[in-house]
């Protein structure tokens, strides 16, 4: 039985998330403002959390949690940044 869609978009899907984890974790100020301006944000987030979970990077992990956490706080409550920051929180556990 072959799958319903091509090995490559498989590949191709893995490595996509891989290297937005990585762009979230290494210039989190840059990825934040990108997500609060997506139209597809929960699916961008889903993505997001897939390649953190492919990602070992500890250190890297608990400073995007710690930036995503005082953004939350520093964001006017009702803002669209507060809710990313709480749509972040809860769906990356953390």
Sequence with gaps: MSPSFPFSAI???????LALASIA????????PILDKRADRAS???LL????DMLEEDLDKERFFALVRRT???SAQG?????LMQTLIGKLDF
Excluded: C
Excluded at 25 to 32: F, I, P
Excluded at 49 to 52: L, N, R, V, Y
């Design 11 to 17: 590949v191709g899907q893995h490595e996509m998330k």
């Design 25 to 32: 974790l290494r210039n989190t100020s840059l990825m934040l």
């Design 44 to 46: 961008a987030i889903e």
């Design 49 to 52: 959390a897939e390649g953190f």
């Design 72 to 74: 939350y706080w520093a």
């Design 79 to 83: 803002s669209p940044s507060r809710d």
